[in-house]
């Protein structure tokens, strides 16, 4: 044996007779080794059969899958189905070794949708209803039963069978509304954990850190519930604090007697603690042991220091200095597994977030990861999370019981983390619809009853709904719904629309603007639409405006869905909120495009596309406007980086923007100087960075210089431009653009009668496949969509090709269908 290893194997058995916080609970993530079907069985018997009968004709037919997993992770955005509501079914099998003499098992659950019923071999162990609040199940007694069984020691030869069934059925008597404009998904799309505990643990550890205004005195209180049933005697609870650094900053010890309820764990006096922000968001870390006979347990939470208040008819003040709120929205959703979000993706989208410059962050319509708090509170974004009661109106008792126990649990499992700033109550409570009754007293009565246990439970924080007037005196704090220049109004009413709001209410914030765009869609003249909206008709979204389809002139029904026009709007609100000092703050909605059953008609089928980047993150334009508001960190980008042709007469100057945050740019076309420009932000479009240039036809490149003091940085993009005129497309033409690692991309473009492209062309086309390649679409973007609308007279498709023959095919009404060998 070498003697290194030997070194270690002595180490491990020194600390494990020591009790070292090494040798505490143990946790590991379930994520290999499962299968799936989707469909209901006849019992759980089914599940188990197949191995204790050995029969291998057993159907169903089980697919192998990795956790986290959903059952709509492609139907979601399938054009021609409606997506799979309905059971499934998971199984995988256990290898118990429990550290603990008389410890627990448990199966710890981050979420899953919607109902969730869970099984050791044929005894049902626990279940739970709600999709997005944690919870756990104790699987020791049934552990242990099944191991004194002969089916354990010779059919499963010493494993454990788990079984869990997932339930997304429509049902009106649970949240959310399935009249919401996100899906209900189903499945086991959040981390599933194997947990091991001694027998003495703690269930919960709540952390309050409280610091005055002015930031020099604080106050850490440790409270702990034991988890139940325990034996009766004492514990040894000790608690050490560190701070960001890692030092040690304070320590207690104390003998508890073991008995239910929450207990103080510990206390401490700070002085002048380092404070969270989104610029500094600094973390300390509570280490809470618990001894008992010889076993310990142990957990460590991360918390802040931060004083907050919304000034009543005033903004936000963050440790006594105002912040404007700069914020987003985040579904829980992503291309090709929708709900289910590895933790990688979740950092790279939250990541992408904070890049963007966001200090705020609206989680819609419910309860999120804890990976998503836990960067939150790293990455300095703070945060209004909400319970899923969304539309629909108000529900009977065992809805009613649903939203106060998720909410009870959404701030328990949620207290610790600085980052929450606002405890939301509901969303959108004023449409009707689920139900036969829309009583808007019984619905204020059970805001109220909302209201009171969300301050019950957590003092310290503010409550708010969006969007349900007649209940908008009830929580801390309002938004109303704001949809200047896309469902109502143009973009120009924003200001006084939201001075309007903001005094008829005590504590105003603004959640939920913007539009949709079509990525990869650009328009000459992106602002035509708002010649046809009336003034004067408010900037509200109101029943029917999110339709496609007739009412009033809007920019949601009228307007082209560009890049164009949204980057002109993003532009206006961001230009206007620097000049709003009694705003507490916005979040435009939402970053990123997400899947909605109630949007067939959009150019690309059950996707709402207000996102700032893609369902897969990739940005649009108008991602780079928030940039050039909201960072530091120099940035320049040029408009266009999707658009590959632009077109005018010849000679004709087209305005070319820059979006940056430095002080000054010089923008080059075709190796020519156009002049340097300096930004102000009150200068709209682009902030005074745009530029009338003549171009010329053909191939054009573009160069940005942008300085801000000894810094400087580069953008560059080249453009074709195109002089000649068409008419309506006549013919379709599709051919391969390019293939990398064996993924071809597919480009259908629409001509007229004489070949000349159409560039505004937004007809429907349908890409097809066969052979023995894969068309990668049902990804909800608009370049992995089999039905999707052109933009600018294209789109493309990706294949992939498998080393193998395939022909590729498009179709749009009235053309003739084009065809390409592969």
Same mark, same amino acid.
């Given at each position: 044996?070498?003697?290194?290893?030997?070194?270690?194997?002595?180490?491990?058995?020194?600390?494990?007779?020591?009790?070292?916080?090494?040798?505490?609970?143990?946790?590991?993530?379930?994520?290999?080794?499962?299968?799936?079907?989707?469909?209901?069985?006849?019992?759980?018997?089914?599940?188990?059969?197949?191995?204790?009968?050995?029969?291998?004709?057993?159907?169903?037919?089980?697919?192998?899958?990795?956790?986290?997993?959903?059952?709509?992770?492609?139907?979601?955005?399938?054009?021609?189905?409606?997506?799979?509501?309905?059971?499934?079914?998971?199984?995988?099998?256990?290898?118990? @070794?429990?550290?603990?003499?008389?410890?627990?098992?448990?199966?710890?659950?981050?979420?899953?949708?919607?109902?969730?019923?869970?099984?050791?071999?044929?005894?049902?162990?626990?279940?739970?209803?709600?999709?997005?609040?944690?919870? %756990?199940?104790?699987?020791?007694?049934?552990?242990?039963?099944?191991?004194?069984?002969?089916?354990?020691?010779?059919?499963?030869?010493? $494993?454990?069978?788990?079984?869990?069934?997932?339930?997304?059925?429509?049902?009106?008597?649970?949240?959310?509304?399935?009249?919401?404009?996100?899906?209900?998904?189903?499945?086991?799309?959040?981390?599933?954990?194997?947990?091991?505990?001694?027998?003495?643990?703690?269930?919960?550890?709540?952390?309050?850190?409280?610091?005055?205004?002015?930031?020099?005195?604080?106050?850490?209180?440790?409270?702990?519930?034991?988890?139940?049933?325990?034996?009766?005697?004492?514990?040894?609870?000790?608690?050490?604090?560190?701070?960001?650094?890692?030092?040690?900053?304070?320590?207690?010890?104390?003998?508890?007697?073991?008995?239910?309820?929450?207990?103080?764990?510990?206390?401490?006096?700070? $002085?002048?603690?380092?404070?969270?922000?989104?610029?500094?968001?600094?973390?300390?870390?509570?280490?809470?042991?618990?001894?008992?006979?010889? @076993?310990?347990?142990?957990?460590?939470?991360?918390? !802040?220091?931060?004083?907050?208040?919304?000034?009543?008819?005033?903004?936000?003040?963050?440790?006594?200095?105002?912040?404007?709120?700069?914020?987003?929205?985040?579904?829980?959703?992503?291309?090709?597994?929708?709900?289910?979000?590895?933790?990688?993706?979740?950092?790279?989208?939250?990541?992408?977030?904070?890049?963007?410059?966001?200090?705020?962050?609206?989680?819609?319509?419910?309860?999120?990861?804890?990976?998503?708090?836990?960067?939150?509170?790293?990455?300095?974004?703070?945060?209004?999370?909400?319970?899923?009661?969304?539309?629909?109106?108000?529900?009977?008792?065992?809805?009613?019981?649903?939203?106060?126990?998720?909410?009870?649990?959404?701030?328990?499992?949620?207290?610790?983390?600085?980052?929450?700033?606002?405890?939301?109550?509901?969303?959108?409570?004023?449409?009707?619809?689920?139900?036969?009754?829309?009583?808007?007293?019984?619905?204020?009565?059970?805001?109220?009853?909302?209201?009171?246990?969300?301050? @019950?439970?957590?003092?310290?924080?503010?409550?708010?709904?969006?969007?349900?007037?007649?209940?908008?005196?009830?929580?801390?704090?309002?938004?109303?719904?704001?949809?200047?220049?896309?469902?109502?109004?143009?973009?120009?009413?924003?200001?006084?629309?939201?001075?309007?709001?903001?005094?008829?209410?005590?504590?105003?914030?603004?959640?939920?603007?913007?539009?949709?765009?079509?990525?990869?869609?650009?328009?000459?003249?992106?602002?035509?639409?708002?010649?046809?909206?009336?003034?004067?008709?408010?900037?509200?979204?109101?029943?029917?405006?999110?339709?496609?389809?007739?009412?009033?002139?809007?920019?949601?029904?009228?307007?082209?869905?560009?890049?164009?026009?949204?980057?002109?709007?993003?532009?206006?609100?961001?230009?206007?909120?620097?000049?709003?000092?009694?705003?507490?703050?916005?979040?435009?909605?939402?970053? $990123?495009?997400?899947?909605?059953?109630?949007?067939?008609?959009?150019?690309?089928?059950?996707?709402?596309?207000?996102?700032?980047?893609?369902?897969?993150? %990739?940005?649009?334009?108008?991602?780079?406007?928030?940039?050039?508001?909201?960072?530091?960190?120099?940035?320049?980008?040029?408009?266009?980086?999707?658009?590959?042709?632009?077109?005018?007469?010849?000679?004709? $100057?087209?305005?070319?923007?820059?979006?940056?945050?430095?002080?000054?740019?010089?923008?080059?076309?075709?190796?020519?100087?156009?002049?340097?420009?300096?930004?102000?932000?009150?200068?709209?479009?682009?902030?005074?960075?745009?530029?009338?240039?003549?171009?010329?036809?053909?191939?054009?490149?573009?160069?940005?210089?942008?300085?801000? !003091?000894?810094?400087?940085?580069?953008?560059?993009?080249?453009?074709?431009?195109?002089?000649?005129?068409?008419?309506?497309?006549?013919?379709?033409?599709?051919?391969? %653009?390019?293939?990398?690692?064996?993924?071809?991309?597919?480009?259908?473009?629409?001509?007229?009668?004489?070949?000349?492209?159409?560039?505004?062309?937004?007809?429907?086309?349908?890409?097809?496949?066969?052979?023995?390649?894969?068309?990668?679409?049902?990804?909800?973007?608009?370049?992995?969509?089999?039905?999707?609308?052109?933009?600018?007279?294209?789109?493309?498709?990706?294949?992939?090709?498998?080393?193998?023959?395939?022909?590729?095919?498009?179709?749009?009404?009235?053309?003739?269908?084009?065809?390409?060998?592969?």
């Amino acid at each position: 044996m070498k003697k290194h290893t030997v070194i270690c194997f002595w180490l491990l058995l020194l600390l494990s007779f020591l009790g070292h916080p090494a040798a505490a609970q143990q946790s590991t993530r379930l994520t290999d080794g499962w299968e799936f079907v989707r469909q209901d069985l006849g019992s759980v018997w089914e599940a188990v059969r197949p191995v204790v009968a050995g029969n291998p004709e057993s159907v169903p037919l089980w697919t192998p899958v990795t956790l986290p997993h959903c059952f709509n992770a492609r139907d979601a955005v399938d054009p021609d189905v409606n997506y799979y509501q309905g059971p499934g079914w998971y199984r995988t099998q256990l290898a118990i @070794q429990n550290p603990y003499a008389n410890g627990r098992t448990l199966l710890h659950f981050e979420g899953a949708g919607q109902k969730t019923r869970v099984f050791i071999y044929s005894t049902e162990v626990g279940g739970h209803v709600g999709g997005y609040d944690e919870w %756990t199940v104790d699987i020791t007694q049934a552990v242990a039963e099944f191991q004194k069984t002969e089916a354990f020691k010779t059919q499963f030869k010493g $494993k454990i069978p788990l079984s869990i069934r997932c339930d997304n059925s429509r049902d009106l008597e649970m949240m959310p509304s399935d009249l919401s404009d996100f899906n209900v998904y189903g499945g086991l799309y959040r981390y599933l954990n194997l947990r091991y505990e001694p027998a003495v643990s703690l269930e919960r550890v709540a952390v309050k850190a409280e610091v005055d205004k002015a930031g020099k005195q604080g106050q850490l209180t440790v409270k702990g519930d034991f988890r139940e049933p325990f034996a009766s005697g004492n514990a040894q609870v000790s608690v050490r604090l560190l701070d960001p650094r890692g030092k040690q900053a304070a320590k207690s010890q104390v003998s508890l007697s073991l008995k239910s309820g929450e207990l103080e764990l510990g206390s401490f006096k700070m $002085k002048a603690p380092r404070l969270w922000s989104p610029e500094r968001p600094d973390l300390y870390t509570v280490q809470v042991t618990v001894t008992t006979d010889g @076993q310990t347990f142990q957990q460590t939470e991360k918390v !802040g220091f931060r004083h907050i208040e919304f000034v009543e008819h005033g903004p936000f003040l963050l440790n006594g200095q105002r912040l404007l709120l700069r914020g987003t929205h985040r579904h829980e959703d992503h291309a090709g597994v929708a709900a289910a979000m590895t933790e990688p993706q979740i950092r790279q989208e939250m990541r992408l977030m904070k890049q963007m410059g966001i200090n705020f962050i609206r989680l819609g319509h419910y309860q999120q990861s804890r990976i998503v708090l836990n960067l939150c509170d790293s990455l300095g974004i703070t945060v209004w999370e909400e319970i899923p009661w969304c539309r629909g109106g108000l529900g009977g008792e065992a809805y009613q019981s649903q939203g106060l126990r998720m909410l009870t649990n959404m701030i328990q499992q949620h207290y610790n983390h600085p980052a929450v700033l606002i405890w939301g109550l509901g969303n959108e409570n004023d449409w009707p619809g689920d139900f036969p009754e829309f009583d808007k007293e019984k619905i204020r009565t059970y805001m109220k009853s909302l209201n009171n246990l969300a301050h @019950q439970l957590d003092p310290a924080r503010y409550t708010a709904i969006r969007r349900c007037d007649f209940c908008k005196d009830i929580p801390d704090v309002y938004s109303p719904s704001i949809w200047a220049g896309w469902y109502r109004g143009i973009y120009t009413d924003y200001k006084e629309v939201s001075e309007q709001e903001f005094k008829s209410v005590k504590r105003f914030l603004h959640v939920e603007w913007g539009g949709d765009s079509h990525a990869g869609r650009h328009s000459e003249n992106p602002d035509n639409a708002l010649a046809k909206i009336s003034r004067g008709q408010g900037a509200d979204e109101r029943a029917g405006d999110a339709s496609l389809f007739g009412g009033s002139a809007r920019v949601s029904k009228d307007g082209d869905w560009s890049e164009s026009y949204l980057c002109n709007l993003v532009d206006w609100h961001l230009k206007e909120q620097e000049t709003m000092p009694w705003l507490s703050g916005a979040a435009y909605w939402p970053f $990123k495009d997400f899947s909605t059953p109630v949007r067939p008609d959009n150019p690309i089928p059950y996707m709402n596309q207000k996102g700032v980047v893609e369902r897969d993150l %990739t940005p649009k334009e108008a991602f780079y406007v928030f940039q050039s508001y909201w960072t530091t960190a120099p940035m320049v980008h040029i408009y266009g980086h999707s658009w590959p042709v632009r077109w005018g007469d010849a000679g004709e $100057k087209k305005m070319v923007k820059v979006y940056s945050n430095a002080a000054e740019v010089e923008l080059f076309v075709n190796g020519q100087s156009q002049g340097v420009k300096r930004r102000n932000s009150q200068d709209f479009p682009a902030a005074g960075l745009r530029w009338l240039v003549a171009l010329r036809e053909g191939e054009n490149t573009f160069r940005a210089v942008a300085r801000q !003091g000894k810094a400087t940085v580069q953008d560059q993009i080249t453009q074709r431009y195109q002089t000649a005129k068409w008419s309506k497309p006549a013919k379709l033409t599709l051919e391969k %653009t390019g293939e990398t690692n064996g993924v071809a991309t597919l480009e259908v473009k629409m001509l007229d009668a004489q070949g000349v492209p159409c560039l505004d062309a937004a007809n429907w086309v349908r890409f097809g496949l066969i052979g023995g390649g894969q068309l990668l679409d049902d990804l909800g973007t608009s370049s992995s969509s089999r039905k999707v609308q052109a933009y600018n007279g294209r789109a493309i498709i990706r294949v992939q090709t498998n080393g193998l023959r395939s022909v590729a095919s498009v179709a749009s009404e009235g053309l003739e269908i084009a065809f390409l060998n592969l």
